[in-house]
T-cell receptor, first 114, second 110 residues
Framework: ETGVTQSPTHLIKTRGQQVTLRCSSQ?????VSWYQQALGQGPQFIFQ???????GRGNFPPRFSGLQFPNYSSELNVNALELDDSALYLC?????????????FGQGTRLTVV | EDQVTQSPEALRLQEGESSSLNCSYT??????LFWYRQDPGKGPEFLFT?????EEKEKERLKATLTKKESFLHITAPKPEDSATYLC???????????WGLGTSLAVNP
């Protein structure tokens, strides 16, 4: 049990809709990263938030956006959903203040776009 | 371009049959190499962090080693419960993002 919780665990949406995924980071961690993992693939970095600001972004279009709140929890928003957005979305928290710390992952949200 | 490659893609072992998984990397300014275990439909579970060539870490039947170009995850006398996908990730430069390999899917038969 890592202390990182994600909600919901499963979600089915229709193409064109919008979705919000949520993540509560591990106690004491101030950095949250979001990843997309397609079946049989490694996680792909979407973006990272540190102290409520975006701190690095992967190769994802602007319809993928995020927020981090003062308590370090985070949201991932995806607009205009496409079928290829179907994947496991992972949230990982870490302590940026300490270099090279490992990231602890939540169980993920399985998003299916139909 | 920073890259992480894992081999083999899939490995099937008999219980008790030791083997090694490989993670080779080409990055600028390695800050850490991470091994994770992932069960189907779940998030990755942290196993080890290695920071410099020559470093080794052990946990139960697993031992991770690091050179300047690659890391090995040695599995000694595996059990069926070790069946999972093992992912390698590298952190490089000042960017906090992890660069991931595609993983090795390990199946241990009883």
């Amino acid at each position: 049990e890592t202390g990182v919780t994600q909600s919901p665990t499963h979600l089915i949406k229709t193409r064109g809709q919008q979705v919000t995924l949520r993540c509560s980071s591990q106690s004491g961690h101030n950095t949250v990263s979001w990843y997309q993992q397609a079946l049989g693939q490694g996680p792909q970095f979407i973006f990272q938030y540190y102290r409520e600001e975006e701190n690095g972004r992967g190769n994802f279009p602007p319809r993928f956006s995020g927020l981090q709140f003062p308590n370090y929890s985070s949201e991932l928003n995806v607009n205009a959903l496409e079928l290829d957005d179907s994947a496991l979305y992972l949230c990982a928290s870490s302590l940026r203040r300490v270099q090279n710390t490992e990231a602890f992952f939540g169980q993920g949200t399985r998003l299916t776009v139909v | 371009e920073d890259q992480v490659t894992q081999s083999p893609e899939a490995l099937r072992l008999q219980e008790g049959e030791s083997s090694s998984l490989n993670c080779s990397y080409t990055v600028s300014g390695l800050r850490g190499l991470f091994w994770y275990r992932q069960d189907p439909g779940k998030g990755p579970e942290f196993l080890f962090t290695l920071y410099s060539a020559g470093e080794e870490k052990e946990k139960e039947r697993l031992k991770a080693t690091l050179t300047k170009k690659e890391s090995f995850l040695h599995i000694t006398a595996p059990k069926p419960e070790d069946s999972a996908t093992y992912l390698c990730a590298v952190q490089a430069g000042n960017n906090r993002k992890l660069i991931w390999g595609l993983g090795t899917s390990l199946a241990v038969n009883p």
